[in-house]
C-alpha cells in the first residue's frame, strides 16, 4: 500500500507538470487556433532563467520563480509580435512550423549561452531532500510542493479569467474573435497576453520540474508528452487540460513499476489512442458540426 501511496503521489506530481504545459498548449490554440510546439522549450528556457536568478546572481528561490515568470511573460509577448504574428492567416502548416524552429532556436541558443551550455544543472529549492512520511510512504516535499503550488496557480487563472475584465475580454476572444473585435475587445492586444499568460506558466512548470529532472537543454522535450495530455482531455478545454496531464502522469508512474521495461515511455500515446477511439474530442472537448 504504501509503494501504491508513492507512486500516486509521483504520478500526480508529474501529471501537474504535463498539465501546467499542456494548459499553455490549450490557451493558445482556442486564442488562435494554433499549435504552439514551442511550449515545452519556452519551459526550458524558464528553467534556466530560474536557475540563472537563484544559483548565479544568489537570489531567494520565490524571488528567482518570480523574475523568470515575469521574463518569460515578457518573452512570449515578443515572440507573439515578432514572429507569429506575421504569419497568421496563412495555411496552419506554416504557423506549426513556425513554432517548431522557434523551439529549435531556443534550444540552441541555450547551449551556446555562458554558464547554461549543454550542462546538467542543479536548481537550489528550499525543500529539497525533505520527505513527509504519509501512511508509511516517504513522500518527497518537492513532490507535495508541485501539487500544492499547481492547485495554487490553476486556482489564481480561474478567479482571473472569471471575475475580470481583461479574462472575461480573454474568453470572449477565445470563443469567436470576429464578435469579440466588434464589441471593442482589442483582440491582437489579447492575443499577445495570452501568449504572454502561457510562457509565464511555461515558465512556472520549468522550475517546478527542475528539482526532479534538473535544468538542461532538453526539458523541453517533456513538451511531447504534454502534448498528449492535451488531447486527452480535449484540446480546447482548460479543466481538460489539468485532468489530462494527471491522467498521463498516473499512467507513466504506475506502467513504469508494474509493467516491462519500455512501456513507460510509450504509455501517454497507448492512452491517447484509446481515448481517441473512444471519443474523438477527448474527455471534455465538446462536439462541432460544420457544413460543407
Given at each position: 500500500m504504501a509503494q501504491f501511496l508513492q507512486l500516486a503521489f509521483s504520478g500526480i506530481a508529474l501529471g501537474c507538470i504535463y498539465a501546467l504545459?499542456?494548459?499553455?498548449?490549450?490557451?493558445?490554440?482556442?486564442?488562435?487556433?494554433?499549435?504552439?510546439?514551442?511550449?515545452g522549450d519556452l519551459m526550458m528556457l524558464g528553467g534556466f532563467f530560474g536557475y540563472t536568478a537563484a544559483a548565479l546572481m544568489g537570489w531567494p528561490y520565490w524571488a528567482g520563480m518570480v523574475f523568470a515568470i515575469l521574463v518569460m511573460a515578457v518573452f512570449g509577448m515578443v515572440v507573439e509580435r515578432v514572429v507569429?504574428?506575421?504569419?497568421?492567416?496563412?495555411?496552419?502548416?506554416?504557423?506549426?512550423?513556425?513554432?517548431?524552429?522557434?523551439?529549435?532556436?531556443?534550444?540552441?541558443?541555450?547551449?551556446?549561452?555562458?554558464g547554461w551550455g549543454t550542462e546538467t544543472l542543479r536548481l537550489p529549492t528550499p525543500f529539497a531532500e525533505k520527505v513527509i512520511n504519509v501512511g508509511g510512504a516517504a513522500l518527497a516535499l518537492d513532490q507535495i510542493m508541485i501539487i500544492v503550488l499547481t492547485a495554487g496557480l490553476c486556482l489564481l487563472l480561474f478567479l482571473f479569467f472569471r471575475f475580470t475584465r481583461l479574462g472575461i475580454a480573454m474568453?470572449?476572444?477565445?470563443?469567436?474573435?470576429?464578435?469579440?473585435?466588434?464589441?471593442?475587445?482589442?483582440?491582437?492586444r489579447v492575443n499577445t497576453l495570452i501568449w504572454g499568460i502561457?510562457?509565464?506558466?511555461?515558465?512556472?512548470?520549468?522550475?517546478?520540474?527542475?528539482?526532479?529532472?534538473?535544468?538542461?537543454?532538453?526539458?523541453?522535450?517533456?513538451?511531447l508528452k504534454a502534448f498528449p495530455a492535451a488531447v486527452v482531455g480535449g484540446f480546447g478545454s482548460v479543466p481538460g487540460a489539468i485532468v489530462g496531464g494527471l491522467v498521463i502522469g498516473l499512467v507513466e508512474s504506475f506502467a513504469g513499476f508494474y509493467l516491462p521495461e519500455g512501456?513507460?515511455?510509450?504509455?501517454?500515446?497507448?492512452?491517447?489512442?484509446?481515448?481517441l477511439m473512444i471519443r474523438p474530442s477527448g474527455l471534455f472537448g465538446g462536439k462541432t458540426r460544420k457544413k460543407v
Open positions: 504545459v499542456a494548459l499553455g498548449f490549450v490557451l493558445i490554440y482556442k486564442a488562435t487556433e494554433t499549435v504552439n510546439f514551442a511550449q507569429l504574428r506575421p504569419v497568421l492567416g496563412q495555411p496552419q502548416f506554416t504557423v506549426v512550423m513556425v513554432t517548431v524552429g522557434v523551439g529549435y532556436v531556443m534550444r540552441g541558443v541555450v547551449t551556446m549561452v555562458p474568453q470572449a476572444t477565445s470563443q469567436n474573435q470576429l464578435a469579440a473585435y466588434y464589441m471593442g475587445i482589442p483582440v491582437r502561457s510562457a509565464g506558466v511555461a515558465a512556472f512548470a520549468g522550475i517546478l520540474l527542475a528539482p526532479i529532472t534538473f535544468v538542461h537543454s532538453n526539458m523541453g522535450f517533456l513538451g512501456f513507460k515511455d510509450i504509455a501517454a500515446y497507448i492512452v491517447v489512442l484509446a481515448v
